[in-house]
Nanobody, 118 residues
Framework: QLQLVESGGGLVQPGGSLRLSCAAS????????IGWFRQAPGKEREGVSW????????YYRDSGKGRFTISRDNAKNTVYLQMNSLKPEDTAVYYC???????????WGQGTQVTVSS
C-alpha cells in the first residue's frame, strides 16, 4: 500500500518547538518533491514549506521563514519539518504531500495536529 504517514504533532506552548515527520511506505521519495501544508479550522489549506527531489532546494512561506526548516533523509524515506518559535497562529492540521517530478502523481498523508497554546 502506497502511503504517507505524518507524525510528531502535539500540544506545545508558544515559543516551543516540534519536529514533524513524513514517512513514505510502498514507494521511495527519491523522485518526489515534498511539501508541507496546513489547514486551520475554518481556513483553506495553505502551503508551508517545500523541498525539491534532487538538489534539495527549499522554499518557505513567509510566515515560516527563519522559524521552520524542511529537510529530507532519502535513506530513511522520510521528510522532516522542524518548527521553532511556534506561535498560536501556527495551530493547524499539518499534511505532507509528495509529488513525482515527472508524472506529477501525488500522495497526501492523513495529517497531524499541531496546537500552540499556553
Amino acid at each position: 500500500q502506497l502511503q504517507l504517514v505524518e507524525s510528531g504533532g502535539g500540544l506545545v506552548q508558544p515559543g516551543g518547538s516540534l519536529r514533524l515527520s513524513c514517512a513514505a511506505s510502498g514507494f521511495t521519495l527519491d523522485y518526489y518533491a515534498i511539501g508541507w501544508f496546513r489547514q486551520a479550522p475554518g481556513k483553506e489549506r495553505e502551503g508551508v514549506s517545500w523541498i525539491s527531489s534532487s538538489e534539495g532546494s527549499t522554499y518557505y512561506r513567509d510566515s515560516g521563514k527563519g522559524r521552520f526548516t524542511i529537510s529530507r533523509d532519502n535513506a530513511k524515506n522520510t521528510v522532516y519539518l522542524q518548527m521553532n518559535s511556534l506561535k498560536p497562529e501556527d495551530t493547524a492540521v499539518y499534511y505532507c504531500n509528495a509529488r513525482h517530478t515527472a508524472t506529477l502523481r501525488d500522495y497526501w498523508g492523513q495529517g497531524t495536529q499541531v496546537t500552540v497554546s499556553s
